[in-house]
């Protein structure tokens, strides 16, 4: 169960990322299991972990609701086990602040019988490397 040949767990987590780029929150729920677990970075202020598809649209929503605009590029994809790792370079301007920042985050995608089933998200590569060999 779970097991997946490497381009099908990839696959998932491009297309993710496409839909998430063109704000399609629909499409994006189509990659998710219902029981998604999204857990925000660990070193950031306030970080939540969110529940199922709905908790994935509140964290969408409430990122949108701080940036203005954020824009996210593939940078590399790595695949370890029923996980991907997704380095992403990610730039945003404050709503309003419109101060722009940009950063490089290496996430921790969970794939399970073709849907995703929990996101990582880190700021720091070893500490997601460390999640995805856990």
Known sequence: MGERVSSENIAVVRTFVEAFRRDDLDAVAETLDSKVELAEWPDGPEARIYHGRDGVREAVANWR????????????????????????????????????????????????????????????RDAALAAARA
Request: aromatic content about 6%; cysteine-free.
């Open 65 to 124: 609701e701080s940036w203005e605009r954020m824009e996210v590029e593939i940078a590399e994809l790595t695949e370890v086990g029923d996980r991907v790792l997704v380095t992403l370079d990610q730039r945003f301007t404050g709503k309003e602040s419109g101060l722009e920042m940009a950063i490089t985050s290496t996430n921790v995608f969970t794939v399970r019988d073709s849907r995703i089933s929990r996101i990582q998200l880190f700021t720091n």
